[in-house]
């Protein structure tokens, strides 16, 4: 007999059924409603292999708007990417700071920019660097789409940051702080460390969301993303929107894939790494951080190492 589940109670022989039942009715209604769009499709005419023919049969579709769209989407979530994380880390890290002064502030910074909407960012920022800046118009969506990126997500990631860290047990910052450790180095060597496997799969969750925000600038600020060559490369291709559209659509989901595989085996790999779910301190941290303190076998009476 298996261990009973601590989420729900097993299913029992009729709850079985009834979920096998659900599963047929559901597959079954998936395949008549994707019969039914490849009917309608057909008779639109798009599946005609004429405007499938670019992106499957040839490269110049891809060298010439595809490939190009998507690397600036790249480029630009990589850019927020990598600006937001730490902005987003120092930040939730304030606001958790003992010091008034520090940690109101940086709360209030981050409930106001997780409460704007980026798209409103990305406009002011666009204005703000044609009105103060001499940016080029040519790279200026691209400033405008990543700073507002970067404001929005960050506070997002603040947020992530400061529950993964308190999602840790007490204990964890006690026994640190009982072996003499500094605020600071309790931070640094045994909560972040340990908050990192909690927090990937919410940071991953909001990477996903950075890369497909992109094609907001794309849409509205002329930023040339994946999606914003939808309309260019259809109508150069006798207006075969509908082809264009899907491909981008699995070009997404073919980048949102490759990025969750890797945060998966990310995660699997650093819980390997850890030989127990809480932290470790050894003597020598111990010896570092508070000397003369030791820590002894209360059996033998000898130092344990």
């Known amino acids: 007999m298996s261990a009973p589940s601590v989420l729900y109670d097993a299913p ?11 599963t047929v009715l559901f597959v079954v209604a998936f395949a008549a409603l994707m019969w039914w769009v490849i009917g309608a499709m057909d008779e639109k005419g798009q599946l005609d292999w004429a405007k499938w023919e670019p992106y499957l049969a040839g490269t110049e579709a891809w060298t010439t708007y595809l490939l190009p769209g998507l690397v600036n989407t790249l480029k630009g979530a990589g850019l927020a990417i990598l600006i937001a994380l730490p902005i987003g880390a120092l930040f939730g890290i304030a606001r958790m700071s003992d010091h008034w002064w ?32 001499d940016i080029d118009s040519d790279v200026r969506p691209l400033y405008a789409v990543v700073t ?9 990631l603040a947020e992530v940051v400061r529950a993964g860290i308190l999602s840790l047990p007490k204990g964890q910052s006690e026994a640190a702080l009982a072996v003499g450790m500094r605020k600071g180095q309790l931070m640094t060597n045994v909560l972040l460390p340990q908050a990192v496997t909690a927090m990937l799969p919410a940071i991953v969750s909001q990477i996903v969301v950075i890369v497909k925000d992109t094609t907001i600038g794309g849409a509205l600020l002329g930023f040339d993303e994946l999606l914003a060559q939808a309309r260019p490369a259809a109508s150069f291709y006798q207006a075969n929107t509908i ?59 000898h130092r344990m190492n």
């Open 12 to 22: 029992g022989p009729r709850a079985k059924r009834r979920n096998l039942l659900y």
């Open 148 to 156: 507002g990126l970067v404001i929005y997500n960050s506070s997002v």
């Open 102 to 133: 520090i940690a109101r502030p940086a709360g209030m910074i981050v409930e106001f920019f997780r409460a704007v909407p980026v798209l409103v960012m990305m406009f002011f920022a666009n204005a703000a660097y044609a009105e103060f800046t």
């Open 243 to 301: 082809a264009t559209l899907v491909v981008i659509a699995v070009v997404f989901i073919v980048l949102n894939y490759l990025l969750t595989s890797f945060a998966n085996w990310l995660e699997r790999r650093l819980r390997r790494g850890k030989k127990s779910t809480g932290a470790v301190v050894g003597g020598d941290m111990v010896e570092e951080q508070a000397p003369g303190m030791h820590l002894t076998d209360e059996s033998t009476g």
